[in-house]
């Protein structure tokens, strides 16, 4: 039964006044963080005719990144197409790694071992910058150290186990094999690591988005970048008029555009919930199984209440037909293990895994200097944002680093021909709108059930179709607007995903995700 509160003798829906008061996300189910704050009110900032940087971004990257920019003496302005935190950082799980997604085998392996201690060296940094942000900022996020367990739970689980041990270690990170986990799951054998920790995200990255303006930095909310020219100064053409600035920084979790740095980039979306014990037996550190996808879990403390976060079901976006079964499937293996009291939010996000296991830092490829990306985070984001933050600081303050070559993303060739990185209008062009689709012509795919969505052929024609809980039809051109994939229906989060380079759009053609800069047309 719905809940009501009354103001003046009228009865408001609590669950409506909630989705409309707090912070948005890009995804239709509520994440444990967004349920907790409202959108960030930016201060007033005076107009200026050129910025030194412009950080395109309004998550836990760009925010770090402009901060430190701002620190050093840069006048920065953030542009962000909708509202802080509306992409991933609001969907994360929020581990902050030094034991990261791409084992140091991989990346020694890749790299050498060298550069793995480098990796390690970078991301144990990142941590101390979030620390010490934390410290300067006073922000009250539910930061704790914590450790983190790595358990296998077969031989040949067990045998890459060891080998992970060796490399981490040759890394630098101070980790050990152990006879216990923090969790109610059998194991064989099992590693834990220390230096690792955990926060509420957006209470974080809320604390550095008010540091950072009263140093003096701007912020523009809901205003989006349609076109960026690169001569003397980057012209950055938005909703709002167009900005200049010396420096652009794409902090867009994956750049818009054609480039080759996002096509060697795949797509991901991994599952989350947030559930209360019946037993209070939360666990304190940060644990892993190995399996592919592997799970994850930890506790967090919010407004009083710990929740435990699982996490996992990892797949390629859009790749599957029933994005529900994943939420089933995280939900069963969670009360195999825990005495679930309530599943009390669930949600999925997204991420990008590089093609070599490590992030793109840097200079955009393809581009002149003066366009920088950070991309390709994988399941680390929290302790990458910061790395980035760190390498983009020295390439725009000119300044050297062990590694701004490491994380370099021209270590791919651009794509050949490509000029300009971003040239898109966000206007609707008149030539390539069909119209909608006349509603008489719906009436043949009445038999929807409402509340899904389906690619339907009709007359020579394919639509994106979605029937929404008043009955009322939604139609779309399937084609993602970025390289002219079939778009997919993604029934747990209502929006359309593609599965090429994971952008995705809303039901009414919105662009959720990039890399694509303008939405779906309607039909």
Same mark, same amino acid.
């Given at each position: 039964m719905?809940t009501?509160?009354?103001?003046?003798?009228?009865?408001f829906?609590?669950?409506?006044i909630?989705?409309f008061?707090?912070?948005k996300?890009?995804g239709?189910?509520?994440s444990?963080?967004?349920?907790?704050k409202?959108p960030y009110?930016t201060q007033?900032?005076?107009?200026?005719?050129?910025?030194?940087?412009?950080?395109?971004?309004?998550?836990i990257?760009?925010?770090?990144?402009a901060l430190?920019l701002?620190?050093?003496?840069?006048?920065?302005l953030i !542009?962000?197409?909708e509202n802080?935190?509306?992409?991933t950082? $609001?969907?994360?799980?929020a581990?902050?790694n030094?034991l990261?997604d791409?084992?140091y085998?991989?990346?020694?392996q890749?790299?050498?071992?060298?550069?793995?201690?480098?990796v390690?060296?970078?991301?144990?940094e990142?941590?101390e910058?979030?620390?010490?942000? !934390?410290?300067?900022?006073?922000?009250?996020c539910?930061?704790?150290?914590?450790?983190?367990?790595?358990f296998?739970?077969?031989?040949s689980q067990?045998?890459e186990?060891?080998?992970i041990l *060796?490399? *981490?270690k040759a890394?630098?990170?101070s980790? *050990?094999f152990?006879?216990?986990?923090?969790v109610?799951? $059998?194991?064989?054998?099992?590693?834990?690591?220390k /230096?690792?920790?955990?926060?509420?995200?957006?209470?974080y990255?809320?604390g550095?988005?008010?540091?950072?303006?009263? @140093? /003096?930095?701007?912020?523009?909310?809901h205003?989006?970048v349609?076109?960026v020219e690169?001569?003397?100064?980057?012209a950055?053409?938005?909703?709002q008029?167009?900005?200049?600035a010396?420096d652009?920084?794409?902090?867009?979790h994956?750049?818009?555009?054609v480039?080759?740095?996002?096509l060697?980039?795949?797509?991901?979306r991994?599952y989350a919930m947030?559930?209360l014990?019946?037993d209070?037996?939360?666990?304190e550190?940060?644990?892993?199984?190995?399996?592919?996808?592997?799970?994850?879990?930890?506790?967090?403390?919010?407004?009083?209440?710990p929740?435990?976060? *699982?996490?996992?079901?990892?797949h390629?976006?859009?790749d599957?037909?029933?994005?529900e079964q994943?939420?089933?499937q995280?939900?069963a293996?969670?009360?195999n293990?825990?005495?679930?009291?309530?599943?009390?939010y669930?949600w999925?996000s997204?991420y990008?895994e590089?093609?070599d296991? @490590?992030?793109?830092i840097?200079?955009?490829?393809?581009?002149?200097?003066?366009i920088y990306?950070?991309t390709?985070?994988?399941?680390?984001g929290?302790?990458?944002s910061?790395v980035?933050?760190?390498?983009?600081?020295?390439?725009i303050?000119?300044?050297? $680093?062990?590694?701004?070559?490491?994380?370099?993303?021209?270590?791919?060739?651009?794509?050949?021909?490509?000029?300009?990185?971003?040239?898109?209008?966000?206007?609707?062009?008149?030539?390539l709108?069909?119209?909608?689709?006349p509603?008489?012509?719906?009436? $043949?795919?009445?038999g929807?059930?409402?509340g899904?969505?389906r690619?339907?052929d009709?007359?020579d024609?394919k639509?994106?179709v979605?029937?929404?809980?008043?009955?009322?039809m939604?139609?779309?051109?399937?084609?993602?607007t970025h390289?002219?994939?079939?778009v997919q229906?993604?029934g747990?989060?209502?929006s359309?995903d593609?599965?090429?380079?994971?952008?995705?759009y809303?039901i009414d053609?919105?662009v959720?995700?990039g890399p694509?800069?303008?939405?779906l047309e309607?039909r």
């Amino acid at each position: 039964m719905p809940t009501y509160c009354c103001l003046k003798g009228i009865c408001f829906d609590r669950v409506l006044i909630k989705r409309f008061t707090m912070i948005k996300r890009d995804g239709h189910l509520i994440s444990l963080w967004q349920d907790t704050k409202q959108p960030y009110t930016t201060q007033p900032f005076a107009e200026r005719d050129e910025w030194d940087v412009i950080v395109v971004g309004g998550g836990i990257t760009g925010i770090s990144t402009a901060l430190r920019l701002q620190e050093a003496g840069k006048r920065c302005l953030i !542009i962000e197409a909708e509202n802080l935190c509306f992409g991933t950082t $609001s969907g994360t799980t929020a581990h902050i790694n030094t034991l990261l997604d791409t084992p140091y085998t991989t990346i020694a392996q890749n790299f050498g071992d060298d550069n793995a201690r480098l990796v390690a060296n970078a991301a144990k940094e990142a941590v101390e910058n979030i620390r010490t942000n !934390i410290r300067k900022y006073n922000i009250n996020c539910g930061f704790s150290e914590a450790d983190a367990y790595l358990f296998a739970q077969d031989d040949s689980q067990e045998k890459e186990l060891e080998k992970i041990l *060796a490399a *981490a270690k040759a890394a630098g990170l101070s980790a *050990a094999f152990t006879d216990k986990v923090p969790v109610p799951i $059998s194991f064989t054998k099992a590693i834990s690591a220390k /230096g690792q920790a955990k926060f509420q995200p957006l209470d974080y990255v809320i604390g550095l988005a008010e540091a950072y303006e009263q @140093l /003096g930095g701007a912020i523009m909310q809901h205003c989006r970048v349609t076109g960026v020219e690169n001569n003397e100064l980057v012209a950055v053409e938005t909703t709002q008029g167009i900005f200049k600035a010396r420096d652009l920084v794409y902090a867009t979790h994956i750049p818009p555009g054609v480039n080759l740095v996002h096509l060697r980039c795949l797509p991901y979306r991994s599952y989350a919930m947030a559930v209360l014990l019946s037993d209070g037996k939360y666990p304190e550190d940060l644990s892993y199984d190995m399996h592919d996808p592997y799970h994850y879990y930890r506790t967090q403390v919010v407004d009083g209440q710990p929740y435990l976060i *699982a996490g996992g079901k990892d797949h390629r976006t859009g790749d599957a037909e029933n994005t529900e079964q994943y939420f089933l499937q995280l939900e069963a293996t969670v009360r195999n293990h825990f005495a679930v009291a309530e599943v009390k939010y669930k949600w999925s996000s997204q991420y990008y895994e590089s093609s070599d296991g @490590l992030p793109y830092i840097g200079s955009l490829p393809g581009q002149p200097d003066h366009i920088y990306v950070a991309t390709g985070f994988g399941g680390n984001g929290m302790t990458y944002s910061h790395v980035a933050a760190a390498i983009l600081e020295k390439l725009i303050l000119n300044e050297g $680093s062990l590694y701004i070559p490491l994380f370099d993303p021209n270590r791919l060739k651009p794509v050949a021909g490509f000029k300009n990185f971003m040239k898109h209008n966000i206007t609707v062009v008149k030539d390539l709108v069909s119209g909608l689709f006349p509603a008489d012509k719906l009436e $043949s795919l009445s038999g929807m059930a409402r509340g899904e969505g389906r690619i339907v052929d009709y007359e020579d024609d394919k639509l994106a179709v979605y029937k929404d809980e008043e009955g009322i039809m939604h139609a779309l051109h399937p084609l993602c607007t970025h390289l002219k994939c079939e778009v997919q229906w993604n029934g747990a989060e209502r929006s359309w995903d593609c599965p090429c380079h994971g952008a995705r759009y809303d039901i009414d053609g919105n662009v959720l995700n990039g890399p694509a800069d303008r939405g779906l047309e309607k039909r």
